[in-house]
């Protein structure tokens, strides 16, 4: 098993920013995939940023030019940089890694960001 353990969460208000990290018990250097999802109440979990081992990047719409994915494959970490949070932006979020060559896929446990306004 892979363990991904996120931190960064926490309340901020509205217009501030955010950093969530996520370390991998696993080497990362590799070919594999990773990324963040998170889940609002009431909502099922999408897709945020992912970032292949190369460095290119997918953002959902909603947080293009405000969110940033990034990560470090000799310390087994990715990252996202949240700014200018939008109420909406409030959820779990997720970190995930995807090992290509082994279709293994691995979840963090989540942690809370909440955005008041």
């Known amino acids: 098993q892979v363990q991904l353990v996120e931190s960064g969460g926490g309340l901020v208000q509205a217009g501030g920013s955010l950093r969530l990290s996520c370390a991998a018990s696993r080497s990362v250097a590799g070919s594999n995939n990773m990324g963040w999802y998170r889940r609002a109440p009431g909502k099922e979990l999408e897709l945020v940023a992912t970032?292949?081992?190369?460095?290119?990047?997918n953002y959902a719409d909603s947080v293009k030019g405000r969110f940033t994915i990034s990560r470090d494959n000799a310390k087994n970490t990715v990252s996202l940089q949240m700014n200018s949070l939008k109420p909406e932006d409030t959820a779990v979020y997720y970190c995930?890694?995807?090992?290509?060559?082994?279709?293994?896929?691995?979840w963090g446990q989540g942690t809370q960001v909440t955005v008041s306004s």
């Open positions: 995930n890694v995807r090992y290509l060559r082994t279709s293994d896929n691995y």
């Open positions: 970032i292949t081992f190369g460095g290119t990047t």
